[in-house]
């Protein structure tokens, strides 16, 4: 290169260099006015979706009977700790790490509980074997096995209902296991957010949880279409739509985000190098699309259980009703109408 040429190049920040995301004043100094506006909009998203999230939950630990709401809390908690731990990233980018492993967390029970509801939803495991024992199962479906149309269909009994369960059973566990061993590799330098490099960590422990997660997805989704058709009058297909959407956004959208981050093509802004600047703004989108997946959430559980509460006060007041006749009308029957 002409050494005129390279004279009149402006140097490279130094921040661009280097991987290290910034602390928490540097960020705060740099924001302008739409910065401030912005951050203080998405803390208040946030907010907002945590005060939602504990109403709603408040109402299921009163309405509804044991056996069905803490599943339904679990679900709805996922969205809300995504937002949550993404609003403390956005704040603080040097605890993505950190946010990431409990957002995992959280979200693996998402996964696991959302099998768990459906069975659940079904009547328990004996009223779920019951009602569809003489059915075939399909198992050619997505993520990985919707190609395979030539798989044979199985008999639904206990041995199939539990290799369902232990493919989202092993999601819940293993994920924050791995989640947790890249926090202490990272710790030591071993563990680099988008690296791809053989020799690197980073790139076979997320190729361990993308295998977990297809795994689990599958689960899912071979028993989710065994039973759309019984669940659909409980808004079942709208609901299965809310959970993918919360799992793509948090796995697939983060991931892509990332890779833009690691090739160069979302750019270093100091202070924000490339990569950090990468997961700045995927937290950002989350905690926006969390915030609507709160909402909508809270929507999808609250009309059904509105309606089942208005049914069975209903029939509350009719049994009272007749258990007063009862005791009311044998006494005037023997005391005639007109007695004194």
């Known amino acids: 290169m002409d050494p005129q040429e390279n004279a009149t ?197 997320n190729f361990a949880i993308a295998i977990m997660t297809i795994t689990a997805l599958w689960a899912v989704g071979v028993l989710f279409n065994l039973v759309k058709n019984t669940l659909n009058d409980q808004n079942i297909v709208p609901k299965f739509a809310v959970y993918q959407f919360t799992v793509i956004l948090s796995q697939l959208q983060t991931a892509v985000i990332n890779v833009l981050g690691t090739m160069g093509i979302i750019g270093c802004v100091p202070p924000l190098p490339g990569s950090s600047r990468a997961s700045y703004m995927n937290q950002q989108l989350l905690i926006m699309e969390m915030f609507l997946v709160t909402v909508v959430c809270r929507v999808l559980y609250r009309r059904r259980y509105d309606e089942g509460e208005n049914l069975i006060e209903n029939l509350e007041t009719n049994d009272n009703l007749q258990n007063s006749m009862v005791y009311v009308n044998p006494k005037a029957l023997e005391d005639g109408p007109y007695s004194t």
């Open 9 to 205: 190049q402006p140097p490279v920040n130094p921040i661009c260099r280097t991987r290290d995301a910034p602390y928490s004043y540097e960020i705060l100094q740099s924001l302008d006015t739409t910065g401030i506006l912005l951050f203080a909009m998405l803390t208040l998203m946030t907010l907002v979706t945590l005060l939602v999230f504990l109403e709603e939950a408040y109402y299921m630990y009163r309405k509804i009977p044991s056996h069905k709401y803490y599943l339904i809390i679990w679900i709805n908690a996922g969205a809300m700790m995504i937002s949550t731990t993404s609003c403390f990233g956005m704040w603080i980018p040097r605890s993505t790490m950190f946010t990431d492993f409990t957002a995992s967390v959280f979200l693996a029970m998402l996964v696991h509980k959302f099998q768990l509801m459906l069975v659940n939803e079904c009547g328990g495991r004996k009223e779920f074997l019951s009602k569809f024992g003489d059915t075939k199962l399909k198992i050619s479906t997505g993520p990985f096995c919707c190609c395979c149309l030539c798989l044979p269909h199985t008999d639904i009994n206990r041995r199939t209902l539990f290799i369902l369960k232990l493919g989202t059973f092993q999601f819940a566990f293993l994920r924050p296991v791995l989640m947790f061993l890249a926090v202490v590799l990272w710790t030591n330098g071993n563990f680099v957010i988008g690296n791809s490099s053989l020799n690197n960590a980073t790139m076979w422990i």
